[in-house]
T-cell receptor, first 113, second 115 residues
Framework: GAGVSQSPRYKVAKRGQDVALRCDPISGHVSLFWYQQALGQGPEFLTYFQNEAQLDKSGLPSDRFFAERPEGSVSTLKIQRTQQEDSAVYLC???????????FGPGTRLTVT | DAKTTQPNSMESNEEEPVHLPCNHS???????IHWYRQLPSQGPEYVIH???SNVNNRMASLAIAEDRKSSTLILHRATLRDAAVYYCILRDEGKSGGSNYKLTFGKGTLLTVNP
């Protein structure tokens, strides 16, 4: 069956540009998570949703980062005024519910030049 | 978050068993032990999880020490496709809702499988 998909797979942005990264979770999955993975590091939690409610955004590094999931399905992670330190792979994961296993997408590799 | 300690890297030969260790001496009673792996250029993939008893599934086995302060992921016959970074993660599932359910990844163990 279809897994978690993310688009675009690769994004190059000039410093200062805004970017929007999309995540399509597995159909029926209630929980959705965003992680950021820097080169050579493990993924780091950014935020998560239960349906359309954003229940934890403690991992968002600054107020330039914003995530939404308005209809409880597709989610978008937006980064405003991108900086070089935002260069990373952004991973999305979904699960049937909070206490179930997470299924990850392939990630979006963001490079800020 | 409770911390885990894993070796940075391990090496194995194809078709041999692999034992990947993880120490978690500060584990709490409601922490589940989860293992994920990440193949090159892919997102992490769930492998197995357990609380107290040893667990088996089609991918691997998880052996948990009696005092729960360590665990071992066992791949019974390594293949080239098993070359990945393996993450041992504790997840507190004792409280309802909340950010306990987020996964806190460390650096993991890079497993190399030799043909």
């Amino acid at each position: 069956g279809a897994g978690v998909s993310q688009s675009p797979r690769y994004k190059v942005a000039k410093r200062g540009q805004d970017v929007a990264l999309r995540c399509d979770p597995i159909s029926g999955h209630v929980s959705l998570f965003w992680y950021q993975q820097a080169l050579g590091q493990g993924p780091e939690f950014l935020t998560y949703f239960q349906n359309e409610a954003q229940l934890d955004k403690s991992g968002l590094p600054s107020d330039r980062f914003f995530a939404e999931r308005p209809e409880g399905s597709v989610s978008t992670l937006k980064i405003q005024r991108t900086q070089q330190e935002d260069s990373a792979v952004y991973l999305c994961a979904s699960s049937l519910n909070l206490d179930r296993d997470e299924y990850f997408g392939p990630g979006t590799r963001l490079t800020v030049t | 978050d409770a911390k885990t300690t894993q070796p940075n890297s391990m090496e194995s030969n194809e078709e041999e068993p692999v034992h990947l260790p993880c120490n978690h001496s500060t584990i709490s009673g409601t922490d589940y032990i989860h293992w994920y792996r990440q193949l090159p250029s892919q997102g992490p993939e769930y492998v197995i999880h357990g609380l107290t008893s040893n667990v088996n599934n089609r991918m691997a086995s998880l052996a948990i020490a009696e005092d729960r302060k360590s665990s071992t992921l066992i791949l019974h016959r390594a293949t080239l496709r098993d070359a990945a970074v393996y993450y041992c993660i504790l997840r507190d599932e004792g409280k309802s809702g909340g950010s306990n359910y987020k996964l806190t990844f460390g650096k993991g163990t890079l497993l190399t499988v030799n043909p």
